[in-house]
């Protein structure tokens, strides 16, 4: 495995399968309740700060409607307490928590485990 | 199995097909249409959208393959030429032969042209099919005038296509009155009043004796020695049935034409039916595309059910919209029934013209005339329909009782009662519909039971029946914002005001449940934008990305900006300012039809820094990424214009200037003209201010879009102050009462009482909230900030425009691609 090989496919990680923990930035640099996009690896994450909930939730930053990368400045919410995110394109949801698109037949998001240590979010990625 | 052969694809051969196929698949009922024209059945009640809209495609009643999925075998461009009833079969002329069991004849009607000497000069036309529409198009193009011959309902829909061509165009009516059939002189007066205020020119008691001109028409000379000069004559003075074919094979025919059938729509052959304008029934053709459905109802009843319904006659009533003018004719609409009794209503000044008869007893309502707002024309025909008893003082069914009185008169409504005409649908239908499909709004009660997709005249009691309905089923029908909010966007406006609710977390909390939306997040941060105008930024995660980032998102995740150009007038120096920063960014320019400049395919991270050039060249937000005020659009007015009553120029920028940056439902546009030529086309905008003589006429609720509205006058000859301080009523109204993300031609279109109300609550203050409303726009007039200078002063706000959370560069997957030498982004 060389680790300075950029990442292509966007593929869930369970947490049990955690290798690498990420560390992306402070608490602070993300907005309340809202998203932001970070690079590993030439991967896009969009990482959620679902303040509101106390939640934390990755996924892959590319909405699979259109293929743009754009989810991180997305809105999120609940629907039936699913916490989701839906696209600003055209407004497609996914939940944040399983990927799977909520309106749709749109492919599902990859998701991947996040953690919060000492003020600094880190993201979990197989290698 | 039994074949049918139908001649004649019109709007009621159509309706025939759609019908008999509903109740008889192919393997019991073998269907042929024979249709002349070379496209299949349309719409020819809306036949003058054409002339806006050029596409057959939208007025096709169905396309081809609606045809072929029905097996329904359809010959268009092929006329049938004759019948052997003998042998049973028609033939057409190509010579193709076709068998049938039972044949309908549903060849409708020509236009009527009178025996006037010249007629088949060039230059004149008849009003009947889209190819004499193409005709008129392409022939109108170099002419300058034009003139319609028949003052009825037709001639004026042609009036206003050719004056919606840009050309002065006069009405001959050969009778003293417009609509003569519809009309008394007094309602036909009213109408002739509005119209010509509009710009028709209306010639009544005129008897054309001659067309003249050398090959074409140059003018038309009367019978009263009298001259008309004109370039072009629409002729639409009646219809002539298309029998021609019945009286060769012997099919009885009246003495004025039209095919005789019983109460079964049979001639006297009892193999062959005769339905719609061909069709002579006790003495007389139905040239309304209601009793022509009816007719094929009866036929489809007996051929497929072997039923015996039978046509009973039908009622020639009659609503529409005659070039913005309501005019509504019912029953005995003349009062001709012997001792009627007539109740008659009339205001000059708004141009409206009210008439009821009444029986001799005064218990029964006879009929009645309605010009220039026909409101209660629905309310009315159920009256007399029914035969609903009167209200003790029957006058007030036209004084424009107020409150909700419309719909507590329909409540005795039988269930029997007809309420979509065209496709002949009962209350019952209806309300049946509603319980046993659980319905819920007025779309699937439409394509559920087909009320209301005709001529679309009973879609507002369709609403009515459906709310009563759902009322009555002790269903909710309030439109809450959405699951988080069980209340309304008006009652969460007042909410806000009130209890002086300021963040949406706040609102969330206290009013709400659960986590929020993109639904509601985008709507609250609306009101609040509409009612503190606090900078947007500051709550960036409830906005939608183009508000969260103040501007345009576009494909690939780049954006687009548009500074601010009030009223379109803008200095060279400004413009190189522009073409120095688009160059610098290498942005894609494009001129908005909003009269401003767009610039396409800023990086996120660039856009605090092309503001802040922007912003130091003097700029402002234009606020395009907003439901906001766009553009207040100006033609160049009396300053240079040789037509200009007044400077249209410094009021669009004094407008612009005064609404900038204000938030409402939904994008809100304005425009000034200064004549009535109307370049800035502001009576497609939400407000739209048109220079008169006497100062500036208001037009309100008017837009573009998928579907295209006028916008109506709401005060006329006013002078500027005036105009402001309607339009501050008028917007901040809007803003309060509107449903989210309805634009205000939709939010006119749903209120209760319709512009009437909106004027009395604008004008005349009826609600007493006159004053709040002017305070209210004061506040946003003076706590206005651009919001991109906000932001690109303040390096907090600034530093959220990255794409990245952990690195400096930009999106390394945007792509672009070049087009006429500037770029664009690759296809998705």
Not at chain 2, 17 to 24: D, F, G
Not at chain 2, 314 to 336: N, P, Q, R, Y
């Amino acid at each position: 495995m060389n680790i300075g090989e950029e990442l292509i496919n966007y593929e869930t990680v369970s947490l049990e399968e955690v290798n690498t923990w990420f560390k992306v930035a402070s608490i602070e640099d993300f907005p309340e309740n809202g998203g932001a996009c970070a690079v590993y690896r030439g991967l896009q994450i969009a990482i959620f700060n679902f303040s509101r909930r106390n939640e934390w939730y990755a996924t892959q930053n590319l909405c699979p409607h259109k293929q743009q990368m754009i989810l991180a400045r997305g809105i999120i919410g609940s629907q039936k307490n699913e916490p989701k995110v839906a696209c600003p394109y055209h407004k497609k949801a996914f939940s944040l928590k399983s990927g799977k698109n909520l309106n749709g037949n749109e492919c599902d998001l990859a998701t991947y485990p996040v953690k919060v240590e000492s003020g600094y979010v880190y993201v979990g990625f197989k290698e | 199995m039994k074949k049918v052969v139908v001649v004649g694809n019109g709007m009621v051969g159509y309706k025939f097909c759609e019908k008999l196929r509903s109740k008889a698949s192919s393997d019991k009922i073998e269907l042929v249409v024979f249709g002349e024209e070379p496209i299949p059945a349309y719409d020819r009640v809306h036949l003058s959208e054409y002339f806006s809209e050029r596409s057959s495609e939208k007025l096709s009643m169905a396309p081809k393959n609606w045809y072929m999925e029905n097996d329904v075998t359809l010959h268009t461009g092929e006329l049938v030429t004759s019948i052997d009833r003998e042998n049973k079969k028609v033939i057409t002329h190509h010579g193709h032969e076709e068998l049938y069991d039972k044949l309908v004849l549903a060849t409708g009607s020509s236009a009527l042209v009178p025996p006037i000497t010249g007629v088949d000069k060039a230059g004149v036309f008849v009003y009947r099919t889209i190819e004499d529409l193409d005709n008129i198009i392409s022939y109108g193009k170099n002419v300058k005038s034009a003139a319609v011959l028949g003052g009825g309902l037709l001639g004026l829909e042609a009036g206003k296509a050719l004056m919606d061509m840009g050309l002065e165009t006069h009405i001959i009516e050969f009778a003293p009155r417009l609509m003569p059939r519809q009309l008394d002189d007094h309602g036909s007066a009213t109408l002739r009043q509005t119209l010509e205020s509009l710009g028709l020119q209306i010639h009544l008691n005129k008897n054309t004796k001659e067309i003249r001109g050398n090959g074409k028409l140059e003018r038309l000379a009367f019978n009263d020695g009298g001259n008309l000069e004109v370039d072009m004559l629409v002729i639409s003075c009646g219809i002539v049935p298309r029998d021609e074919m019945a009286t060769t094979c012997g099919l009885n025919t009246g003495p004025r034409g039209g095919v005789i059938v019983d109460n079964q729509l049979l001639t006297n052959d009892p193999d062959i039916y005769a339905i719609g304008e061909v069709a002579l029934y006790n003495n007389m053709i139905y040239g309304l595309v209601a009793p022509g459905y009816d007719m094929a109802d009866v036929v489809v009843n007996q051929l497929a059910d072997g039923g015996k319904k039978e046509f009973k006659g039908c009622d020639m009533s009659t609503k529409l919209k005659l070039i913005g003018v309501d005019v509504g004719s019912f029953g005995d609409a003349l009062g001709e029934t012997p001792e009627a009794k007539t109740i008659v209503f009339e205001d000059e000044q708004q141009g409206i013209y009210k008439r009821i008869n009444l029986s001799a007893d005064g218990k029964r309502l006879l009929g009645g005339i309605l010009v220039g707002d026909a409101s209660q024309y629905n309310m009315l025909w159920q009256i007399m329909d029914n035969e609903l008893a009167l209200p003790p003082a029957p006058e007030e069914l036209i004084l424009g009782s107020r409150g909700d009185a419309g719909s507590d008169a329909l409540g005795p409504l039988p269930d029997s009662a007809q309420v979509c005409s065209c496709e002949n649908i009962t209350k019952g239908d209806i309300v049946n519909a509603i319980k046993e499909g659980n319905l819920e709004n007025v779309g699937q009660v439409k394509s559920c039971t087909k009320a209301g997709t005709g001529c679309g005249a009973c879609s507002p009691m369709v609403a009515d029946i459906l709310n009563d309905t759902l009322k009555s089923m002790g269903k909710v029908v309030r439109k809450v914002l959405c699951e988080h909010f069980d209340y309304t966007r008006q009652e969460l406006y007042d909410l806000i005001k009130i209890k002086n609710i300021k963040s949406y977390e706040d609102l969330l909390n206290t009013y709400g449940s659960g986590d929020g939306c993109e639904i509601c997040k985008p709507a609250v941060a609306s009101l609040m934008a509409s009612i503190w105008n606090d900078l947007v930024t500051k709550q960036d995660t409830i906005q939608d990305t183009n508000d969260r980032y103040l501007a345009n998102i576009q494909k690939g995740g780049s954006y687009s900006v548009v500074p601010r150009v009030p009223g379109g007038e803008i200095t060279p120096d400004k413009l190189i300012v522009l073409g120095e920063v688009a160059k610098k960014y290498n942005l894609y320019s494009k001129i908005t039809g909003g009269q401003r400049i767009d610039l396409f395919g800023a990086a996120l991270e660039d856009l605090p820094k092309i503001w802040e050039e922007l912003i130091d060249a003097g700029f402002e937000s234009g606020h395009a990424y907003g439901k906001a005020l766009r553009t207040v659009k100006s033609c160049v007015g009396s300053t240079w214009c040789r037509f200009g009553l007044h400077d249209s120029v410094s009021f669009a920028v004094e407008v612009e200037n005064r609404y900038r940056g204000l938030r409402a439902p939904h994008k809100l546009k304005g425009a000034v003209s200064g004549c009535r030529r109307e370049c800035a086309e502001a009576q497609s905008k939400d407000f739209g201010i048109i220079a008169t003589e006497l100062g500036w006429n208001l037009y309100v609720c008017g837009n573009g879009g998928a579907n295209p509205q006028h916008a109506q006058l709401l005060a006329g000859d006013i002078d500027s102050e005036t105009c402001i301080k309607y339009l501050d009523r008028f917007l901040i109204y809007y803003i309060r009462t509107a449903e989210p993300l309805n634009r205000t031609a939709t939010w006119l279109n749903k209120m209760e009482g319709g512009l009437n109300h909106l004027k009395s609550v604008i004008i005349d203050d009826t609600l007493g909230i006159c004053d709040e409303l002017e305070n209210d726009m004061q506040y946003m007039v003076d706590t206005y900030k651009c919001e991109w200078k906000e932001v690109v002063n303040d390096p907090k706000l600034r530093s959220k425009f990255s794409h990245f959370i952990n690195s400096e560069t930009g999106d390394p997957t945007q792509k672009f691609e070049e087009i006429r030498g500037q770029k664009i982004p690759a296809a998705w």
